[in-house]
Antibody, heavy 121, light 105 residues
């Protein structure tokens, strides 16, 4: 079945760039759909960060757009997140998910387990 | 950008009771774009409902979704112990509402 796994440093210093990768197994990213990043600060709700498709087309949350870059590597079957100039407010659990488009329905049907990123010096 | 507002913030109910959760959009949303998720502590969200009213694979028929335009509802007909969790609505596979916590009374 389709599985997603986030990886990356658990600790990032303020003002630096957070970098995470989501490895996809059981499905080829080249086959379609968008692939997204979502985060959840401690004790708070879900925040969509942005999404990318296999061609590299992206759309981002406007509130984060100036600091976010999402890229895809179809050869490695993974996609990545970079968030620049981080502050303590970027401390969160970061999830990756598949954004499925199915007969005009749009939803995130497969999620990674999440990875905790702490911003601290 | 469409803003989704969920209410109430917290719902305190007993097992066996009916839960009604609201998701209101700042502008009209296609029903096809509205999804609901359940999240338990320490776990990733799980898809419950897509297209406003379609249950995802393996989801109990205790869960039902309805609504159109700007007002959508998730109903849990009879709360089971495992249903106490936080619920989120989402639009277009992107923006989320703030969530409703269903807690044991």
């Amino acid at each position: 079945q389709v599985q997603l796994q986030e990886s990356g440093p658990g600790l990032v210093k303020p003002s630096e760039t957070l970098s995470l990768t989501c490895a996809v197994s059981g499905y080829s990213i080249s086959s379609g759909y968008y692939w997204g990043w979502i985060r959840q600060p401690p004790g708070k709700g879900l925040e969509w960060i942005g999404s990318i498709n296999h061609r590299g087309s992206t759309f981002y949350n406007p509130s984060l757009k100036s600091r976010v870059t999402i890229s895809v590597d179809t050869a490695k079957n993974h996609f990545s997140l970079k968030l620049s100039s981080v502050t303590a407010a970027d401390t969160a659990v970061y999830y990756c998910a598949r954004r499925k488009e199915d007969y005009y329905y749009y939803y995130m049907d497969v999620w990674g387990k999440g990875t905790t990123v702490t911003v601290s010096s | 950008e469409i803003v989704l507002t969920q209410s109430p913030g917290t719902l305190s109910l007993s097992p066996g009771e009916r839960a009604t959760l609201s998701c209101r959009a700042s502008q009209s949303v296609s029903s096809s774009y509205l999804a609901w998720y359940q999240q338990k502590p320490g776990q990733a969200p799980r898809l419950l409902i897509y297209g406003a009213s379609n249950r995802a694979t393996g989801i109990s028929d205790r869960f039902s979704g309805s609504g159109s335009g700007t007002d959508f509802t998730l109903t849990i007909s009879r709360l089971e112990p495992e249903d106490f969790a936080v619920y989120y609505c989402q639009e277009y596979g992107s923006f989320f509402g703030g969530g409703t916590k269903v807690e044991i009374k």
